[in-house]
């Protein structure tokens, strides 16, 4: 396509409930990233992929979350056991380098936990 | 490891005034250094970066920027401003492994007429 889109653009999800939040990159890049943004706060990155495997996944906060990206294109974050703590913007990025380029952002998926 | 601060979480100007916002890195490598922009319910648009090469960099919407090694410091800047520049503004690093972008935490442009 011709930007990232990410899907469902708001979340509300009861405490306890798993959510999963969809991405689909730029068509042919291979580097996939999701962050996190909190109010107030600057992105704060989770895993990077490049290609179908997690070259870099320091970034997620505990083992409630997971993210798959199985064909190399379209990547799902995976939240268990979701915690009123959880609720921020999810941003999914992608590039066609490994980043040096600078990345191109979707718009997000706002995920409220009650 | 790197990291990045943005001095003041708000900063506001008049129409046509000059832009300056502030973000000094630390970096244990020589650093790529990046500013978006983030306009209300948007993602993050990259306005310019810094790799290697000329310190001054340019990038969209008339913004630019200069990498000052010796003063650890990528400023932003735009000599005349317009309503619609109104923005979170967010410097970033790239960490040395070269797999994430570390941001600073945003400053928030206002642009009064």
């Known amino acids: 396509g011709a930007g990232v889109s990410q899907t469902p653009s708001n979340k509300v999800t009861e405490k306890g409930k798993y959510v999963e939040l969809r991405c689909d990159p730029i068509s042919g890049h291979t580097a996939l990233y999701w962050y996190r943004q909190s109010l107030g706060q600057g992105p704060e990155f989770l895993i990077y992929?490049?290609?179908?495997?997690?070259?870099?996944d320091s970034g997620l906060p505990n083992d409630r979350f997971f993210a798959v990206r199985p064909e190399g294109s379209v990547s799902t974050l995976k939240i268990q056991r979701t915690e009123r703590g959880d609720s921020a913007v999810y941003l999914c990025a992608s590039s066609g380098d490994t980043g040096g380029g600078g990345y191109t952002f979707g718009s997000g998926t706002r995920l409220t936990v009650v | 490891a790197q990291s990045v601060t943005q001095l003041g979480s708000h900063v506001s100007v008049s129409e046509g005034a000059l832009v300056l916002l502030r973000c000094n890195y630390s970096s244990s490598v020589p650093p790529y250094l990046f500013w978006y922009v983030q306009y209300p319910n948007q993602g993050l648009q990259l306005l310019l970066k810094?790799?290697?090469?000329?310190?001054l960099v340019k990038g969209i919407n008339g913004f630019e920027a200069e990498f000052k090694k010796s003063e650890t410091s990528f400023h932003l800047t735009k000599p005349s401003a317009h309503m619609s520049d109104a923005a979170e503004y967010f410097c970033a690093v790239r960490n040395q492994a070269g797999t994430a972008l570390i941001f600073g935490k945003g400053t928030t442009l206002s642009v009064s007429s």
């Open positions: 992929f490049q290609g179908t495997g997690a070259a870099d």
């Open positions: 810094y790799t290697t090469g000329a310190t």
